[in-house]
């Protein structure tokens, strides 16, 4: 009995220690997973990854460890590996995944090259967000064959070389001079605590190079006043070359500072360049701030304007473009976001404007190839509302494609991409634009407004084309002939609207179109009839004169298209009656003409109940040859033609 007890508590004891060993290891990967989470919140995107790896090689895993998994891959630009979380999130936490993961895998499936499955992919993505708040899914679902639309853009560059490229990573160039300005992480001490923990490399700073220069040692970097022991990293300069303007972590007094959640912001500062060719008075922008980045800036031609990214309180994604003005006495405006027809829920980033003012940027909010696309717009009169078009291969690819600049006099300039056949992480190209890019869908509309009752042509009627905010775009006015022609731009949704005085005004819906012309007439309907007492109908509605065979009472085929104008209007208008008073012409005899317009006046009636109208509402009355409308009396030598216009029916308004 005493072995019993002792091997019971043998085995008790052994359970215990065992639950003890595996709840330490509970704690433990509990303890990494929230290590890893708070890198993940900081950005510290590579520690993070090693990290959940850890967990996940211990058999430890979750929805949310697989989704910061794939993102840190997936902003790492590790897009194979990313590819493989993502997939694994949804086959194994469906219920768990979020509009966001698929958009991001679907991006990830894109860049290497799997459009297929990115297509569906997307549409899980847009049932997801089927509540109809998420822009992507609109511009997705309204350019469904937008590989389509790419490829009609593509082939307009010819892709050359940076020779001043490096094994590390080289972006970011800038115009300035006779040369450019550009980051680079290629000599920043190589030590581990002057890496950045998002992606283990060196922190980056600016260069200068002359771009026709034929030796490498053209390379300087910009000077200690300028770079620091953290990032340097986008820029811009006046056209005098005097101004600089670049974006760095936040420091200040030689340190960096952190926000609440442990993140070193971006910043943008500005910087004058003295008399001794060093930048001095460097002062950060005003509308920075500790809590959110400001970064990427560009100027306006007029350098009025100061373009810029940052993730501020009204972003609507992860990033957005901006735009602030700058005043002549140097201070700024306030910030305004670009809005959404540039800005999505994801990432809008590193806008260039040119001297023509079109705003390349780049985005993965946008339908495009894969991870950042560049894509252009014009900016009209200070609106950003125009069509957003992808500058389509080769300077787009399945990878990133980011900090598009170009001179549209030598239509010449440089970009970045992390493709693979690049020395580095990130590698600059040239490029010459061998065909304009037409950022402009323009459509031709024309058309003829006209009477709807009488079909006369109304001159001098006005067409206005009206945006779906109800905002007037543009307007002309129709010719002698009733006749207009307008211009609009086919990627919009707009309205063309018809009208002229005592018409009530007509409009026709134009969606999204291929460019293709289009003829859209307009018959407008009177607003009302001013007429009183004994004024002919006909003469009001300019109709034509309905005329009857010689010894005939039947209403002629040409005549019933105009005896159908006075039903329509009879059938807009219910309160009208009117009175037919038919007419001969002087040959045979005055009794015989007499019965005869009775004949003519009671078959006009007659055809007009039949299609509808009450006969209370009509009355008929032959007049014979007794009210001609010419000197063709009995005995009066005339021609036929004289004759006929003698043989007609008027509309006499009773009421």
């Known amino acids: 009995m005493a072995k019993k007890v002792q091997l019971l508590l043998m085995i008790l004891s052994f359970t215990f220690l065992g639950n003890l060993v595996a709840q330490d290891s509970v704690k433990k990967e509990n303890r990494l997973v929230t290590k890893a989470n708070e890198r993940y919140e900081q950005y510290s995107f590579s520690p993070a990854i090693d990290i959940y790896k850890r967990v996940l090689d211990k058999g430890?895993?979750?929805?949310?460890?697989?989704?910061?998994?794939?993102?840190?891959?997936?902003?790492?630009?590790?897009?194979?590996?990313?590819?493989?979380?993502?997939?694994?999130?949804?086959?194994?936490?469906?219920?768990?995944?979020?509009?966001?993961?698929?958009?991001?895998?679907?991006?990830?499936?894109?860049?290497?090259?799997?459009y297929p499955g990115a297509?569906?992919?997307?549409?899980?993505?847009?049932?997801?967000?089927?509540?109809?708040?998420?822009?992507?899914?609109?511009?997705y679902k309204n350019e469904r064959d937008f590989l389509e639309e790419i490829k009609k853009n593509s082939g307009r560059y010819d892709i050359g070389e940076f020779?001043?490229?490096?094994?590390?990573?080289?972006?970011?160039?800038?115009?300035?001079?006779?040369?450019?300005?550009?980051?680079?992480?290629?000599?920043?001490?190589?030590l581990a605590r002057y890496r950045h923990t998002w992606n283990s490399k060196d922190f980056l700073d600016l260069y200068k190079v002359d771009a026709d220069?034929?030796?490498?040692?053209a390379v300087s970097k910009l000077g200690d006043d300028i770079n620091t022991r953290l990032h340097e990293s986008t820029s811009i300069t006046t056209s005098d070359g005097n101004t600089l303007y670049f974006t760095r972590n936040n420091f200040k007094e030689?340190?960096?500072?952190?926000?609440?959640?442990?993140?070193?912001?971006?910043?943008?500062?500005?910087?004058?360049?003295?008399?001794?060719?060093?930048?001095?008075?460097?002062?950060?922008?005003?509308?920075?701030?500790?809590?959110?980045?400001?970064?990427?800036?560009?100027?306006?031609?007029?350098?009025?304007?100061?373009?810029?990214?940052?993730?501020?309180?009204g972003t609507l994604g992860a990033s957005d473009i901006f735009k602030v003005a700058v005043n002549e006495d140097g201070t700024f405006g306030n910030p305004e976001n670009l809005g959404n027809t540039i800005n999505t829920e994801a990432r809008e980033t590193f806008p260039y404007v040119t001297s023509e003012e079109v705003l390349y940027f780049s985005s993965d909010g946008h339908p495009g190839l894969g991870g950042l696309d560049?894509?252009?717009?014009?900016?009209?009169?200070?609106?950003?509302?125009?069509?957003?078009?992808?500058?389509?291969?080769?300077?787009?690819?399945?990878?990133?494609?980011?900090?598009?600049?170009?001179?549209?006099?030598?239509?010449?300039?440089?970009f970045a991409s992390n493709r693979a056949e690049g020395q580095g992480a990130d590698d600059i190209y040239s490029f010459l634009e061998t065909e304009p890019l037409v950022l402009e869908c323009v459509q031709e509309i024309t058309g003829t407004i006209r009477d709807k009752i009488s079909n006369e042509v109304l001159v001098g009627a006005t067409v206005k084309v009206i945006d779906e905010n109800n905002q007037e775009l543009m307007s002309t006015i129709t010719d002698s002939d009733g006749n207009y022609k307008l211009s609009v731009d086919c990627k919009k949704g707009n309205f063309v609207r018809a009208s002229i005085q005592g018409y009530v005004p007509s409009e026709e819906y134009l969606g999204k179109s291929d460019g293709k012309a289009k003829i859209i007439d307009f018959y407008l309907e009177r607003d009302t009839i001013t007429a009183g007492f004994g004024d002919d109908l006909a003469k009001l509605l300019q109709l034509s004169t309905i005329y009857f065979d010689f010894d005939k009472y039947n209403i002629r085929q040409d005549s019933e298209v105009e005896v159908e104008k006075v039903i329509a209007a009879m059938e807009k208008y219910p309160s009208l009656r009117i009175k037919v008073n038919a007419h001969t012409d002087s040959r045979g005899k005055d009794a015989y003409n007499l019965w005869l317009s009775q004949k003519r006046a009671e078959a006009t009636v007659n055809y007009m109940v039949a299609?509808?109208?009450?006969?209370?509402?009509?009355e008929g009355e032959g007049f014979g040859e007794t009210k001609l409308m010419n000197k063709c009396s009995n005995g009066v030598k005339c021609t036929p033609d004289e004759h006929e216009l003698n043989r007609r029916s008027e509309f006499i308004i009773l009421e």
């Not at 891959?73 to 590790?78: L, P, V």
């Not at 958009?103 to 894109?110: C, E, N, W």
């Not at 997801?128 to 609109?138: C, E, I, M, Q, Y």
């Open 213 to 217: 220069s034929a030796s490498m040692s």
């Open 163 to 190: 020779k001043y490229n490096s094994p590390y990573s080289d972006f970011a160039p800038s115009f300035y001079k006779e040369g450019l300005i550009f980051s680079s992480d290629r000599d920043t001490g190589n």
């Open 611 to 618: 299609k509808g109208i009450s006969a209370d509402r009509l």
């Open 119 to 139: 297509k569906e992919i997307m549409g899980k993505f847009i049932e997801a967000t089927s509540n109809g708040t998420d822009n992507r899914a609109s511009l």
């Open 374 to 414: 560049i894509f252009a717009t014009k900016i009209a009169d200070g609106k950003l509302d125009g069509a957003v078009v992808n500058v389509g291969e080769p300077v787009n690819g399945k990878m990133d494609d980011f900090t598009f600049i170009f001179d549209e006099d030598t239509r010449r300039g440089y």
């Open 60 to 114: 430890y895993v979750s929805a949310d460890l697989l989704k910061k998994l794939g993102n840190s891959y997936y902003f790492n630009a590790d897009y194979v590996q990313a590819a493989a979380t993502y997939k694994r999130l949804v086959e194994e936490y469906g219920a768990e995944v979020e509009p966001e993961d698929y958009f991001k895998y679907a991006q990830t499936l894109k860049t290497l090259g799997d």
């Open 254 to 313: 030689g340190k960096y500072v952190k926000d609440e959640e442990g993140v070193i912001r971006l910043k943008i500062f500005r910087a004058r360049l003295n008399q001794e060719g060093v930048w001095d008075s460097i002062q950060e922008l005003p509308f920075n701030s500790d809590m959110h980045s400001v970064a990427h800036p560009s100027l306006s031609p007029d350098e009025k304007t100061l373009y810029f990214v940052s993730d501020m309180k």
